[in-house]
């Protein structure tokens, strides 16, 4: 199943975003789906991540600002970003986090989306 994420752009501070993840197949059952982001000069780390079941984890970064969902009828995982800060500033990829280490992801990692957040 490859990833296409979408629907970056550019923000003023305190903006929002609603980036979009497509699969290309069936994410139905695929348990965890997750948003990860890397900033220039810093390493990919995860954002948000979801279970089938609709359980939760964020980056404490952006608790209370993000929310992730996911439609698998439409195999679709979506992060909408509020209350953005220039730190959020970094390339967005959608991924299929380890069940065991949600810090890590089996699927490829694609070109991501560009979220600038300006001050």
């Known amino acids: 199943v490859q990833l296409q994420a979408s629907g970056g752009g550019l923000v003023q501070t305190g903006g929002s975003l609603k980036l979009s993840c497509a699969a290309s197949g069936s994410i139905f059952s695929i348990n965890v789906m997750g948003w990860y982001r890397q900033a220039p000069g810093k390493q990919r780390e995860l954002v948000a991540a979801?279970?089938?079941?609709?359980?939760?984890n964020y980056a404490n970064s952006v608790k209370g600002r993000f929310t992730i969902s996911r439609d698998n009828a439409k195999n679709t995982v979506y992060l909408e970003m509020n209350g953005l800060k220039p730190e959020d500033t970094a390339v967005y990829y959608c991924?299929?986090?380890?069940?065991?280490?949600?810090?890590?992801?089996?699927?490829?990692w694609g070109q991501g989306t560009q979220v600038t957040v300006s001050s």
């Open positions: 991924n299929f986090p380890l069940d065991s280490n949600y810090d890590l992801a089996w699927g490829s």
């Open positions: 979801i279970t089938n079941g609709g359980n939760t």
